[in-house]
T-cell receptor
Framework: RKEVEQDPGPFNVPEGATVAFNCTYS??????FFWYRQDCRKEPKLLMS???SGNEDGRFTAQLNRASQYISLLIRDSKLSDSATYLC??????????FGSGTRLQVQP | DTGVSQDPRHKITKRGQNVTFRCDPI?????LYWYRQTLGQGPEFLTY????????KSRLLSDRFSAERPKGSFSTLEIQRTEQGDSAMYLC??????????????FGEGSRLTVL
């Protein structure tokens, strides 16, 4: 079983739509959680951290459910520029970050 | 530009040859990571350094792979006796302790390896 599971997509949504991605993880020792964004043929970049209480950054909302071991990312009012792959990422102590395979989002005009 | 730089950007080699990649991290970052990424997959961890010390290696890392960071600045990743399955994008990332706790790794643009 993979340590981090994500639906690969693609999620094809029209501009302005709301879209949500989920990610499940198997390592209960995971302590920190993040979403990264990777544009086509580019390097991954940190999008936002994920906290148990939930957190919001503009149109992006992230949630963590430790009991069920899943993380979500909600994007409201999708823009064409949101088209990318969204990577679910876990951290555990001093260990290197573990990346999921990503969910591809395509926002269409 | 003071970002993470990797060299070469592209490498085509024949099976059985050795290849070496270099990574220059952001200058004030003491942590340096190597990841590998294939099409449709996320970055897969290979190894990481804090200063010159190699603190973690993936259990999946073949003994054909070796990495060094001799002076705690740039790093090299060598693959010996390359196989077609080694074809991938090799990503280097750097960070500092504070940045790591916030989850922020700064990636280079990667070195793409094609093994024929």
């Amino acid at each position: 079983r993979k340590e981090v599971e994500q639906d690969p997509g693609p999620f094809n949504v029209p501009e302005g739509a709301t879209v949500a991605f989920n990610c499940t993880y198997s390592n209960s020792a995971s302590q920190s959680f993040f979403w990264y964004r990777q544009d086509c043929r580019k390097e991954p970049k940190l999008l936002m951290s994920v906290y148990s209480s939930g957190n919001e950054d503009g149109r992006f909302t992230a949630q963590l459910n430790r009991a069920s071991q899943y993380i979500s990312l909600l994007i409201r009012d999708s823009k064409l520029s949101d088209s990318a792959t969204y990577l679910c990422v876990l951290g555990e102590g001093r260990r290197a970050l573990t990346f999921g395979s990503g969910t591809r989002l395509q926002v269409q005009p | 530009d003071t970002g993470v730089s990797q060299d070469p950007r592209h490498k085509i080699t024949k099976r059985g040859q050795n290849v070496t990649f270099r990574c220059d991290p952001i200058s004030e970052h003491n942590r340096l990571y190597w990841y590998r990424q294939t099409l449709g997959q996320g970055p897969e961890f290979l190894t990481y350094f804090q200063n010159e010390a190699q603190l973690e290696k993936s259990r999946l890392l073949s003994d054909r792979f070796s990495a060094e960071r001799p002076k705690g600045s740039f790093s090299t990743l060598e693959i010996q006796r390359t196989e077609q399955g080694d074809s991938a994008m090799y990503l280097c990332a750097s960070s500092s302790r504070d940045r790591v706790s916030s989850g922020e790794l700064f990636f280079g643009e990667g070195s793409r390896l094609t093994v024929l």
